[in-house]
Every structure is written in C-alpha cells, then in structure tokens.
C-alpha cells in the first residue's frame, strides 16, 4: 500500500471538517472526543503518522505533519486537533524506547492508541528490583478514554532526578471521570489517572533524552531531541483553531446587514496577517528541520533555540489574532455556543501549556547571551 503524503491526509482532514465542527459542542459537553472522531482517525490513517513502517505505521516527516494536518482539524474542533497532535506524538516517543515496550504495545496493531501524563499530583515512582513501582495519581492525560497504555513519569522517589518514562497498561490505571472541568479543550478529556502498584519492568522504560530503540527504525525523527520538538504537538493545534475564528468571523460578518464598519475590516485584515504568519513561520522552521533530518545533519544550538523561540511566538500571534475578533462580534461573542466563543476558550487552554511565549522566549534569549538554561518546563 502507498504511503499517504502529508498534503493527502491534509486533504482528509479537511473533508472531514463539517463532521467535527457538528461534533464541536458536544466534545466539550461530554469532555472527551466523541467515539465517531476517533473512529475516523484511525480510518484516515492519523494515528499511525508517527508509527515506525516496521510496525505497520507511516512514519511521516515529524514537525510538518502536526503543522500541517491541525491547521485543518482545528478550524473545525480545537479539542480534536489537540488530541490529533499530542497523542500521535506518543508514538514517536515509543519508537525511541527499547525493542520490548514497542513491540508490547504495536504488538496489538499500528492504530493502538498511547497517552502520556507527567504531572502527579500524589503519583510516585520507586526504583525496585528489575524495574519501578508506581502509585497515585497523575494529571492532564488527554485522550485517555481511548488508549490501551499510557506513559508516565516524575520525580523518582529518594533520588534527584526524574524518573524515565514508564509503560503502563491500561489494566494497571483507572481514569478519574469526574477530574476534568477546563474553561477550554474541554473535548479533549485530559483527566487524572489512579495507579496502584504498577510494576513496569526495566525493559519498558526510557530516560529522558535516551533514544535506546531508535536504531531499529531508519527515520530521522526518532533521533531528534525531545526539547524543543514536544513543544510542536502543543503549539500545532493553535494553527487550525486561529484560521477557523477568522473563517466563522467573515461568515457571521457577511451574515449581518450591510457591509461590516472599517474597524471590523481592519481587524480581520491583521488577525488573518497574524495567522497566516504564525503558518509561514512554522512551516519554514519545519522544512529546515525535516531538510537537515533526511540529510543526517546536526542541528545547531542556534536552530533549536530559534526553533523553540518560534514555536512560541507562533501561538502568541494565534492568540492575538483571535482576541482582537472576538469584541468586534458584540454581544454574539459571549454567547459559549459560537465558535469564536470556543476559540477564543481554546486558544488561551494552549497557550497555558508548553508553547506559552514566556518560557519559549526565555529559553532563546537564555542562549543568545550565554546564560545556563531554566527547566524546559519553566
């Protein structure tokens, strides 16, 4: 079977658009992704982008697969563009883990589903004979009710360090239903799970930065740093959800009588600059990086500091771009069934995570005078 380009599941993707829009409200009501959207993932092909061809998945170019596929899923649903992209992620997460806890999981098929979750709130993690033992409970795991393992990690107890991530099956976890009450990505069902005496074995765990497995595979993205190249699976969905604010304003403008004012034309005039900069300058960071990949090139201090600059004032420029629309909309806007109302909610989610401009631009200025790094996660 011919391997589906990038620009052709964009494609998919963009005809499933009128689907997940339908779908948009009822995500958030029920704060997890409808099974249909998922569904439909998994027939388009999504979840095995990242999936090594030696297990049966598509192995696509890292960075401008998640530029390019949530700048159409997010037009439609923030919640499902964010689940697109961070949980795909996780698949190239495993393709650097040991041979065991891929073959563990892809044993199953190249469409099972893998979450994360690495912030514990009572989670602990101790080193035991032949592996860790974990106990607690860990936050923020979107995607959950779908997936048949998740990976976790945190401070390892009694040493300074963190723990590797650790591959849990879905037997060992048990979702908080009731966890999740956000004021956006409500859809994505990031809730807390509870682990009792998971006993996860040496061989399904990885440091952080170790890339054990990535000899198995002939890709260039499974040997690519994990900062700042996480940070594109959170800055990714702020693409689509800023393009489909500005595409919902022109249509509730033209839908009023008369032309709109000047001052509601020049809005849209730089917000639709904003996103379509925020476009450019992420497929332009992409390309250089995918270019160096292919060719087995380094990349330079400078590049991956510049790249996470980017990645940062990329979501800071969708951010603007879709507060500037939502006053013009008037009393429309407050009303939490218009779209812009649910953009504007999703927008600031994710900008709150990874991608917010703070950190990111910290991190850049850091290396251009010399000073030593803050924690990635600052």
């Known amino acids: 079977m011919k391997t589906p380009t990038i620009a052709e599941l964009a494609d998919r993707a963009e005809d499933m ?8 409200a009822r995500a958030e009501a029920e704060g997890r992704l409808p099974q249909e959207t998922i ?14 061809r030696r297990y049966g998945g598509l192995e696509l170019d890292y960075g401008l697969t998640q530029v390019e596929l949530c700048n159409q899923i997010g037009r439609a649903c923030g919640s499902s563009a964010w689940v697109f992209s961070v949980v795909t992620c996780h698949a190239w997460l495993l393709g650097m883990m040991p041979e065991p806890a891929q073959e563990a999981v892809w044993s199953t098929g190249p469409d099972t589903l893998m979450t994360t979750a690495v912030s514990p709130s009572t989670g602990k993690i101790r080193r035991v004979e032949g592996g ?13 009710d779908f997936a048949e393992w998740i990976l976790l990690s945190g ?16 037997r060992d976890f048990e979702i908080d239903h009731d966890s999740w009450h956000p004021m956006g990505l409500a859809g994505t069902g990031s809730k807390d799970v509870d ?3 998971a006993f996860v074995p040496e061989a399904w765990t990885s440091g952080w930065g170790a890339r054990p497995g990535a000899s198995l595979h002939e890709s260039y993205i499974y040997r690519i740093p994990f900062i700042p190249f996480f940070f594109i699976n959170t800055s990714s969905p702020a693409l689509g959800v800023a393009r489909g604010a500005v595409e919902e304003y022109v249509s509730q403008m033209n839908a009023r009588p008369g032309p ?8 849209l005039a730089e917000s639709s600059a904003e996103v379509d900069a925020a476009l450019s300058l992420m497929r332009a960071d992409m390309n ?7 060719s087995e090139g380094e990349m330079t201090p400078e590049q991956l500091a510049r790249w996470e600059r980017d990645l940062g004032y990329a979501t800071k420029l969708c951010v603007q771009a879709v507060d500037r629309l939502l006053p013009a909309v008037g009393a429309h806007a407050i009303d939490v069934n218009n779209p ?39």
């Not at 658009?17 to 948009?24: E, I, S, T, Y």
């Not at 569904?39 to 090594?52: C, N, Q, S, T, Y």
């Open 340 to 378: 812009i109302h649910r953009a504007g909610r999703d927008i600031h989610a994710i900008s709150t995570h990874a991608c917010n401009w703070d950190p990111r631009g910290l991190a850049y200025a850091r290396w251009a005078f010399g000073l030593e790094p803050e924690s990635a996660f600052g």
């Open 288 to 294: 250089e990086m995918v270019t160096i990949g292919h």
């Open 39 to 52: 569904d439909e993932f998994k027939e388009a092909g999504f979840l095995r982008v990242f999936v090594p």
């Open 132 to 144: 860790y033992l974990l106990n607690g409970r860990w936050q923020f795991s979107s995607g959950c």
């Open 17 to 24: 658009l009128p689907a997940l829009k339908q779908r948009a």
């Open 195 to 197: 682990v009792k005496d």
């Open 260 to 267: 709109p004012t000047v001052g509601r034309q020049m809005r």
């Open 155 to 170: 401070p390892l107890e009694g040493e300074q360090r963190r723990a590797p991530w650790c591959l849990v099956h879905k």
